[in-house]
Structure formats: structure tokens, C-alpha cells
């Protein structure tokens, strides 16, 4: 069975900080994974998505990826308040990548 | 507007009668799936759909069954509901094609079972 691991936080950095979220995997054939944020009482909404290893940036947002160890990371660089949220690490149970499996997410905290 | 409508957002109820969470989306996607999210315990996927007249049981089907007769359509049914159902839950779609296929969420249903 596939799993997904996450830190469950909170991760609390201050304003302009890196945040760095952390997830790993169990199943080593896996091929695309995905980032998605959830503010509190909201539904997920996808943010990044990385299928090579190394990085991939999306303006604040970084996603790193090394297949070898199983890790993939989410940088969020100038953290702002509103980016406290839980970020959910996801790897899809089929090729599509439609149904996914959702690791139990980090709750990020950024103070002003 | 593209979205995955739920409905109700929120539901009480008693243990036993049954219930039906509706979602339906406008994007013509053709997969849909329902998650459950506890505290402490994530998202968990209950079933899903691959097309019209094609579901899959997830981690989680004990308690649930899901019907796809038409492709916006993909109801979670609660035949004898359980407290230990009492949970929020997502109906998501996604197209399933090209390399990234997010999935969309509905806006959740919050349901208890008294």
C-alpha cells in the first residue's frame, strides 16, 4: 500500500523566511507528485506539481524532488501571513494521477 | 464558472437514516472521487470513478456506496449512517489528461451523526 509522510507541524517561521515542507514516499515507482495548499475550513487547491528530480520553481514556490531517496520538499521563499495554511503532499494511485494519496499534511504558521 | 458543487455544505443527522451527499461538476471531467478529511488522519479517499458506470472503492469504502449514471454526476450515499462518519467531505474531478491533471475540489460537506 502506498503511503505518504509529512511532519504534522506547525512549522512557524516569521515574514520573509524560507519555509521548507517536507514528504516522503513509500512506493518507488511513483512518477508525479503534488503540492496543494488548504487554508483552514477550505477545500485543497493544487499549487505545484513536479515529475523529474531536482527543482522546479513557481514564483515564491519550490518544488525539489529526488526520487533516489523518496523525498520531495516545498520551498516557500519571502513567507507572508498569508501562506499559514496546511500544504498537503500527494502521489496518485493511477497513471493519470486523478486519485491521489493524500499524506496527512503541515500546518504552516508565518508571523508578521 | 468551472466548479465541483456540493451539496449541503452542512448536514446533521441520526444514526441509521440514510443520507446522500450530492457533487456535481461542469467541467466534463471524466474522474471524480469523494475523500473524507479527520483530524490527525488527512485526506482519505472513500471512492472513485474513472467514468460513467465505472467506480473503485479507496482506502476507506466501508459504509459508503457511490452510484455514476451520468458523467457530472457522482452522489455519495450513506445507507445507515455512523457517528464514526461524523467528518468533512470533498468531492473532487479532474480531466485526466496531459501531464498534470489537478484535481478540482467541491467546497466540502460537513457532516454529523449524532
Known amino acids: 500500500q502506498k503511503e505518504v509522510e509529512q511532519n504534522s507541524g506547525p512549522l512557524s517561521v516569521p515574514e520573509g523566511a524560507i519555509a521548507s515542507l517536507n514528504c516522503t514516499y513509500s512506493?518507488?515507482?511513483?512518477?508525479?507528485f503534488f503540492w496543494y495548499r488548504q487554508y483552514s475550513g477550505k477545500s485543497p487547491e493544487l499549487i505545484m506539481s513536479?515529475?523529474?528530480?531536482g527543482d522546479k520553481e513557481d514564483g515564491r514556490f519550490t518544488a525539489q524532488l529526488n526520487k533516489a531517496s523518496q523525498y520531495v520538499s516545498l520551498l516557500i521563499r519571502d513567507s507572508q501571513p498569508s501562506d499559514s495554511a496546511t500544504y498537503l503532499c500527494a502521489v496518485p494511485l493511477n497513471q493519470a494521477g486523478t486519485a491521489l494519496i493524500f499524506g496527512k499534511g503541515t500546518t504552516l504558521s508565518v508571523s508578521s | 464558472e468551472a466548479q465541483v458543487t456540493q451539496n449541503p455544505r452542512y448536514l446533521i443527522t441520526v444514526t441509521g437514516k440514510k443520507l446522500t451527499v450530492t457533487c456535481s461538476q461542469n467541467?466534463?471531467?471524466?474522474?471524480m472521487s469523494w475523500y473524507r478529511q479527520d483530524p490527525g488522519l488527512g485526506l482519505r479517499q472513500i471512492y472513485y470513478?474513472?467514468?460513467?458506470?465505472?467506480?473503485d472503492k479507496g482506502d476507506v469504502p466501508e459504509g459508503y456506496k457511490v452510484s455514476r449514471k451520468e458523467k457530472r454526476n457522482f452522489p455519495l450515499i450513506l445507507e445507515s449512517p455512523s457517528p464514526n462518519q461524523t467528518s468533512l467531505y470533498f468531492c473532487?474531478?479532474?480531466?485526466?489528461?496531459?501531464?498534470?491533471?489537478?484535481?478540482?475540489f467541491g467546497n466540502g460537506t460537513r457532516l454529523t451523526v449524532t
Open positions: 513536479i515529475y523529474s528530480n
Open positions: 467541467m466534463n471531467h471524466e474522474y
Open positions: 470513478s474513472m467514468n460513467v458506470e465505472v467506480t
Open positions: 512506493d518507488r515507482g511513483s512518477q508525479s
Open positions: 473532487a474531478s479532474s480531466s485526466g489528461q496531459g501531464d498534470v491533471s489537478p484535481l478540482h
